[in-house]
């Protein structure tokens, strides 16, 4: 610890250090005004600053200060842009600073396992690599303004549904591959101020008190420096959370857990240094907040919103466009329909709701630009209130102009922190609507308002459709923006979209029941579920459209000194407009000892290209990408091979292949009684024992483990069980010698 921490908390009593370790209110810790401690603020994000300025609340239901509120993660994930997420968070910080507060809590980086969890709009992919790679930026951000970040929530939250309390029951490999691979990326990159763990139990363990998931791993595996923090609510047993890491209990419990803490130390139950190392990591935080260099002010607004639309417009899917019926043409008349276009709605429910600065609406930007050419009608009420005469007036304005633009979606009450959803469908009213204007007029565009993916049983119907998710505070005018042609849509699914919710991995386990959900799709989330089953979906992974197009040359790779695997690939512009495209990147190693999915992304990169022009991208997959977890060895483990590198523009639109040789990490298991024949065998020192012995015995013996059909019996036979059966004269203490001699080699 610094020398004047040191100094510091030798001054503290029992008390004291046990006082800091927990919050004064909602949104403050505590301030030991007799050595100088001040108190400092940790407010909500993480699209936003959600500062509330009078009494603190966790679901945002009292008012808060003006911030910009930028594209929940559900849109800027889709962005695929890591340079942009870290704009993004710089204005976040920079607004945090002008505020005075400490710590942003975000990016959230969950895994989007199932898509009816109801925080999924703050959550960036199903995919660990983009979820780190895009947290890992949200943070760099946000930190780079002298404010923390705190990545959340630490870990396998991925559901709303009795969050406080289920056991999330999942085995090593999802674990490790899946579920913890995004906040390894994050805190060995970016070392996050904090930390904060998730309500949950992890296989029966609560996260606050689990010292595995905080210390052996977090900190002693990974190399976390910070501060690990409870998510507001979270501490189930003060005193074992301590003892396990947790350095921080918010909010603030009035005292009551300061005196189990400082009773714990009191009757030797606890142990002094442990919260001698909690109450530093404490004063470290602090004293890391007073060191940010004072931020000018007033907050430059009209800067800050451009960036937010500049974020939404990157954001927006192009799923469809038939007949290039988008970007609209400059002389069509155009209905615009679905109340979403005048009554936006922007972001997701709960502790993350922004008051933003100001709100565009996608119906006052299109009159602004488009004028009388423009007409509107609701079409619907998100209560569902006078449908019948709504859907009546929409249908007949559809019907006399010459193209629709339907905004449907999902209503505010469909989808929010504090509870899942149960079905993936649009209201039944508005699926009703669209099939009347399909009736008196095809030119439908739908422009879908969604902060998790919804099933689309009309994309056969509808020429265009448009993915605008979450998009913040500007999103009304950036969805015009793209729809016009002004921008160039870019993004791309961060999530599949399924054909309907029994084809998804969770199906039947989610959300479990009696206190546990099983994980039981193993590492088989998201599209790798898809793939492995060969399974038809809605739009796949990685999937979106741009209004021009791109063709890709020959993929280069190799392997360099550092063991990462460096790619390239030339993508050409082919079609009339400037735009940019997602270049992705999927590995699979098709003669793997242990199942794997056909293909996994591990890395990307979003790339502007004007028409008509090459550029050559590079991108790289990190050796620690390649790993699989062993579970054997417990830990994360490079398997050697030859790979397969696909690379296009989705999961399944891959046109460019090639392949690399790599050189795997040694991995020497013990071997042991219960160790197969097969293994024995291919034990660099066991197998040449036994071979040499075999060859002593004749040929006969020699050939005996080179016949398939023995070999194939014998394989996964346990070694210590051969001399139980009889004609085979071998005994138990050769066995346990030839064990030690390979042990020992």
């Given at each position: 610890?610094?020398?004047?921490?040191?100094?510091?908390?030798?001054?503290?009593?029992?008390?004291?250090?046990?006082?800091?370790?927990?919050?004064?209110?909602?949104?403050?810790?505590?301030?030991?005004?007799?050595?100088?401690?001040?108190?400092?603020?940790?407010?909500?994000?993480?699209?936003?600053?959600?500062?509330?300025?009078?009494?603190?609340d966790h679901l945002g239901l009292n008012d808060s200060v003006p911030a910009t509120c930028?594209?929940?993660?559900?849109?800027?994930?889709?962005?695929?842009?890591?340079?942009?997420?870290?704009?993004?968070?710089?204005?976040?910080?920079?607004?945090?600073?002008?505020?005075?507060?400490?710590?942003?809590?975000?990016?959230?980086?969950?895994?989007?396992?199932?898509?009816?969890?109801?925080?999924?709009?703050?959550?960036?992919?199903?995919?660990?690599?983009?979820?780190?790679?895009?947290?890992?930026?949200?943070?760099?951000?946000?930190?780079?303004?002298?404010?923390?970040?705190?990545?959340?929530?630490?870990?396998?939250?991925?559901?709303?549904?009795?969050?406080?309390?289920?056991?999330?029951?999942?085995?090593?490999?999802?674990?490790?591959?899946?579920?913890?691979?995004?906040?390894?990326?994050?805190?060995?990159?970016?070392?996050?101020?904090?930390?904060?763990?998730?309500?949950?139990?992890?296989?029966?363990?609560?996260?606050?008190?689990?010292?595995?998931?905080?210390?052996?791993?977090?900190?002693?595996?990974?190399?976390?420096?910070?501060?690990?923090?409870?998510?507001?609510g979270a501490v189930n047993d003060r005193v074992a959370a301590l003892a396990a890491g947790?350095?921080?209990?918010?909010?603030?419990?009035?005292?009551?857990?300061?005196?189990?803490?400082?009773?714990?130390?009191?009757?030797?139950?606890?142990?002094?240094?442990?919260?001698?190392?909690?109450?530093?990591?404490?004063?470290?935080?602090?004293?890391?907040?007073?060191?940010?260099?004072?931020?000018?002010?007033?907050?430059?607004?009209?800067?800050?919103?451009?960036?937010?639309?500049?974020?939404?417009?990157?954001?927006?899917?192009?799923?469809?466009?038939?007949?290039?019926?988008?970007?609209?043409?400059?002389?069509?008349?155009?209905?615009?329909?679905?109340?979403?276009?005048?009554?936006?709605?922007?972001?997701?429910?709960?502790?993350?709701?922004?008051?933003?600065?100001?709100?565009?609406?996608?119906?006052?930007?299109?009159?602004?630009?488009?004028?009388?050419?423009?007409?509107?009608?609701?079409?619907?009420?998100?209560?569902?209130?006078?449908?019948?005469?709504?859907?009546?007036?929409?249908?007949?304005?559809?019907?006399?102009?010459?193209?629709?633009?339907?905004?449907?979606?999902?209503?505010?009450?469909?989808?929010?922190?504090?509870?899942?959803?149960?079905?993936?469908?649009?209201?039944?009213?508005?699926?009703?609507?669209?099939?009347?204007?399909?009736?008196?007029?095809?030119?439908?565009?739908?422009?879908?308002?969604?902060?998790?993916?919804?099933?689309?049983?009309?994309?056969?119907?509808?020429?265009?459709?448009?993915?605008?998710?979450?998009?913040?505070?500007?999103?009304?005018?950036?969805?015009?923006?793209?729809?016009?042609?002004?921008?160039?849509?870019?993004?791309?699914?961060?999530?599949?979209?399924?054909?309907?919710?029994?084809?998804?991995?969770?199906?039947?386990?989610?959300?479990?029941?009696?206190?546990?959900?099983?994980?039981?799709?193993?590492?088989?989330?998201?599209?790798?579920?898809?793939?492995?089953?060969?399974?038809?979906?809605?739009?796949?992974?990685?999937?979106?459209?741009?209004?021009?197009?791109?063709?890709?040359?020959?993929?280069?790779?190799?392997?360099?000194?550092?063991?990462?695997?460096?790619?390239?690939?030339?993508?050409?512009?082919?079609?009339?407009?400037?735009?940019?495209?997602?270049?992705?990147?999927?590995?699979?190693?098709?003669?793997?000892?242990?199942?794997?999915?056909?293909?996994?992304?591990?890395?990307?990169?979003?790339?502007?290209?004007?028409?008509?022009?090459?550029?050559?991208?590079?991108?790289?997959?990190?050796?620690?990408?390649?790993?699989?977890?062993?579970?054997?060895?417990?830990?994360?483990?490079?398997?050697?091979?030859?790979?397969?590198?696909?690379?296009?523009?989705?999961?399944?639109?891959?046109?460019?292949?090639?392949?690399?040789?790599?050189?795997?990490?040694?991995?020497?298991?013990?071997?042991?009684?219960?160790?197969?024949?097969?293994?024995?065998?291919?034990?660099?020192?066991?197998?040449?024992?036994?071979?040499?012995?075999?060859?002593?015995?004749?040929?006969?013996?020699?050939?005996?483990?080179?016949?398939?059909?023995?070999?194939?019996?014998?394989?996964?036979?346990?070694?210590?069980?051969?001399?139980?059966?009889?004609?085979?004269?071998?005994?138990?203490?050769?066995?346990?010698?030839?064990?030690?001699?390979?042990?020992?080699?």
């Open positions: 610890m610094p020398h004047s921490t040191r100094r510091l908390i030798e001054e503290l009593t029992v008390e004291e250090k046990a006082s800091i370790t927990s919050g004064a209110d909602f949104w403050h810790t505590k301030a030991i005004e007799r050595v100088g401690v001040p108190s400092i603020m940790v407010t909500d994000g993480p699209h936003g600053l959600r500062k509330q300025a009078g009494a603190g930028f594209p929940p993660a559900v849109g800027l994930g889709s962005s695929f842009d890591p340079e942009l997420a870290e704009r993004v968070g710089r204005a976040i910080g920079t607004e945090a600073a002008i505020e005075e507060v400490a710590v942003v809590l975000g990016p959230g980086i969950n895994i989007k396992r199932s898509p009816l969890c109801g925080r999924n709009f703050e959550y960036f992919s199903e995919d660990p690599v983009v979820a780190g790679e895009m947290g890992r930026a949200v943070v760099d951000g946000i930190q780079s303004r002298g404010v923390g970040a705190s990545l959340k929530h630490f870990a396998v939250n991925n559901q709303e549904t009795d969050r406080m309390r289920v056991s999330a029951d999942v085995d090593p490999r999802p674990l490790h591959e899946i579920y913890l691979r995004a906040f390894a990326h994050v805190v060995t990159r970016s070392q996050p101020w904090t930390v904060m763990c998730s309500y949950n139990r992890i296989n029966g363990v609560y996260a606050s008190e689990d010292p595995w998931l905080l210390t052996d791993l977090l900190r002693t595996a990974w190399g976390f420096e910070g501060l690990v923090v409870s998510d507001w947790l350095d921080l209990e918010m909010p603030g419990s009035g005292g009551a857990t300061d005196a189990q803490i400082a009773a714990a130390v009191a009757d030797g139950t606890l142990e002094p240094a442990v919260l001698d190392v909690a109450a530093v990591r404490n004063l470290d935080l602090v004293a890391k907040s007073q060191q940010r260099p004072p931020v000018e002010g007033p907050l430059d607004v009209d800067a800050h919103h451009a960036l937010a639309r500049e974020a939404a417009g990157r954001s927006i899917v192009l799923l469809k466009n038939d007949a290039d019926l988008l970007p609209l043409s400059p002389a069509a008349s155009i209905a615009v329909i679905g109340e979403f276009a005048r009554t936006p709605r922007f972001q997701g429910g709960g502790s993350s709701h922004i008051k933003p600065t100001r709100i565009d609406t996608a119906l006052d930007e299109f009159v602004a630009q488009l004028g009388d050419r423009v007409r509107f009608a609701a079409g619907f009420t998100f209560d569902g209130s006078d449908t019948a005469t709504l859907r009546e007036d929409a249908v007949a304005l559809a019907g006399e102009q010459d193209v629709v633009v339907l905004f449907l979606g999902l209503p505010a009450a469909e989808e929010s922190e504090g509870f899942d959803r149960t079905h993936l469908n649009l209201p039944a009213a508005q699926l009703d609507l669209l099939d009347g204007i399909l009736a008196v007029n095809p030119n439908v565009v739908v422009v879908l308002s969604n902060g998790a993916v919804v099933t689309l049983p009309f994309a056969d119907r509808v020429p265009a459709i448009v993915e605008a998710w979450l998009l913040g505070q500007a999103g009304g005018s950036a969805t015009v923006d793209v729809l016009t042609g002004a921008v160039n849509p870019s993004a791309r699914l961060t999530e599949t979209i399924p054909l309907r919710l029994e084809d998804t991995p969770a199906f039947g386990s989610f959300p479990g029941a009696l206190g546990h959900v099983r994980y039981g799709e193993g590492i088989y989330v998201g599209y790798r579920w898809y793939d492995t089953r060969r399974m038809a979906v809605a739009y796949p992974f990685g999937h979106g459209l741009s209004y021009t197009r791109f063709s890709y040359g020959p993929v280069t790779a190799h392997i360099d000194d550092a063991g990462d695997m460096r790619i390239s690939v030339p993508v050409t512009n082919v079609g009339p407009r400037d735009g940019r495209e997602v270049v992705q990147v999927y590995l699979r190693h098709d003669s793997s000892i242990v199942d794997r999915a056909p293909r996994e992304l591990k890395s990307f990169a979003s790339v502007e290209i004007p028409a008509g022009q090459t550029r050559d991208v590079p991108l790289t997959i990190r050796r620690d990408d390649l790993a699989y977890w062993d579970v054997r060895a417990d830990r994360f483990v490079v398997e050697g091979g030859t790979y397969r590198i696909d690379i296009g523009s989705s999961s399944r639109d891959l046109p460019q292949t090639t392949t690399v040789d790599v050189a795997g990490d040694p991995l020497h298991l013990p071997l042991t009684m219960d160790s197969s024949v097969g293994e024995v065998m291919a034990h660099p020192v066991a197998g040449a024992i036994v071979a040499e012995q075999l060859a002593a015995m004749g040929p006969g013996a020699a050939g005996f483990l080179e016949d398939p059909m023995i070999a194939q019996i014998l394989g996964s036979f346990p070694i210590g069980r051969l001399p139980s059966f009889p004609g085979i004269e071998i005994e138990a203490d050769q066995i346990r010698a030839l064990i030690r001699a390979a042990d020992d080699s």
